[in-house]
């Protein structure tokens, strides 16, 4: 049950209330509607709290997610690396099988290895640096999102405090109300002493 449901019910509570007799601003209220309401708050608070534990649990599962997604792009960053170093290794042997390029086999391919290897360098960096962000930003969601769910408790739980308080000040209103009452009545009825 949703705040909504929750003010509407205790709106309708208030509206169904008897006043006192002879006294201003004091009320009856029905006491099985009131626990009945009591009980709906118990739930929607447990709800609450189930809800937040269930936005902690998708924040461990979508950090865990983009951790499965950071390691996926290193090891294909690695294995691409590999690749073309072997690559390189293997266009390096060919060339110095020509004896007639054999130096400019060896310059060149030193050049492409190092070129390579830069830019798998690069690439690493790269695929480190968006799996970074990936994780901090799936953090700060989470984290905007528990804090949104915690708001949005606390924010529930002072307007049905504030509510049950006057309540319970107008109940207390109305029996202290009714003791005042028995206590004037209570003299009346009793009776006078016979004079001797």
């Known amino acids: 049950m949703n705040i909504e449901e929750l003010i509407s019910d205790l ?4 509206e169904s209330t ?10 009856f209220v029905d006491y099985d509607k009131l626990t009945g309401f009591a009980s709906k708050l118990r739930e929607s608070i447990s709800f609450n709290m189930e809800e937040a534990q269930e936005i902690i649990k998708q924040k461990e599962s979508i950090i865990k997610q983009a ?11 690695e ?8 690559a390189a290794e293997m266009q ?3 060339l110095i099988q020509d004896s007639e390029i054999v130096k400019f086999a060896r310059q060149e391919s030193i050049r492409i290895k190092g070129e390579m290897e830069n830019e798998c360098e690069q690439m690493k960096q790269m695929a480190d640096m968006e799996s970074v962000s990936m ?4 953090e700060l ?3 905007e999102t528990k804090e949104g769910a915690n708001q949005y408790a606390k924010e529930t739980l002072f307007e049905l405090e504030e509510r049950f308080s006057k309540m319970l000040g107008q109940v207390r209103k109305g029996l202290d109300s009714l003791s005042e009452i028995e206590e004037v009545v209570e003299p ?3 009776p006078l002493d016979k004079v001797a």
């Open 18 to 27: 008897n006043k006192v007799p002879g006294i201003r601003n004091k009320v």
């Open 188 to 190: 009346k009825n009793r």
């Open 67 to 77: 951790q499965l997604e950071s390691l996926r792009i290193k090891n294909a960053t």
């Open 79 to 86: 294995t691409e690396v590999q690749e073309l170093i072997n």
């Open 141 to 143: 969601f989470a984290s």
């Open 135 to 138: 994780i901090e930003k799936t």
């Open 11 to 14: 709106d309708k509570l208030l």
């Open 92 to 94: 390096k042997q060919e």
